[in-house]
């Protein structure tokens, strides 16, 4: 991945296209080189199969330069060997993810993923992806992680906060950001909603 990462930022998975969109293009180049051995002195047959590996050799590194990649934080994708393009979309800006596959593709393992972001930034489709659902689940799962690591930071801070602005004397006793850190506890455990945590939290805070 040509994209740097940024500070606490964690690599999840690289996706590429699926390999079967590299047999055509080499299968046409093996006939081609047949064809030309058996039609052609030896001498221009191989200076020829060996022009003509450029493009399938091209279509492979494009190949593997075109990737999906999740993080922590966005969905980076990237194409091109020669020329370069990149975008990248944030996991709060990801309203959905969807996976389609063919009879095909879940034989031999590829489909096409579905990205829908924020307005401005549009929906799309991405063709013959490998492993599809894979993509998919870690995307999901990321926002999930993402999301539950926001409402943390924000708690933390907000505990923070009321620790910093109440009396010394008080601090030695059971605190109001005390009681909100357990609160925040039984919400990740699932014993209490995000809801229920957030009437709670105001309750104690008095308001």
Known sequence: MRTELKKDEKLLI?????????????????????????????????????????????????????????????VVDEAGFFSRYSKESPLDKINNVEYDQSLWGRMFGYGDVEIQTAAEMGDTTYKMIHFPKLLKDTITHAQEEYKMGQVKNQAQQLANAIKESMPVASQNNISVSDEIDKLFVLMQKGAITQEEYIVQKNKLLGT
């Open 14 to 74: 690289i996706i590429r296209h699926h390999w079967l969109k590299l047999i055509l293009p080499i299968f046409a180049w093996i006939l081609l080189t047949v064809l030309l051995f058996v039609f052609v002195p030896v001498k221009i047959a191989l200076i020829s199969a060996l022009l003509t590996a450029i493009y399938p050799l091209y279509l492979f590194f494009e190949w593997k330069n075109c990737i999906w990649a999740v993080t922590s934080m966005r």
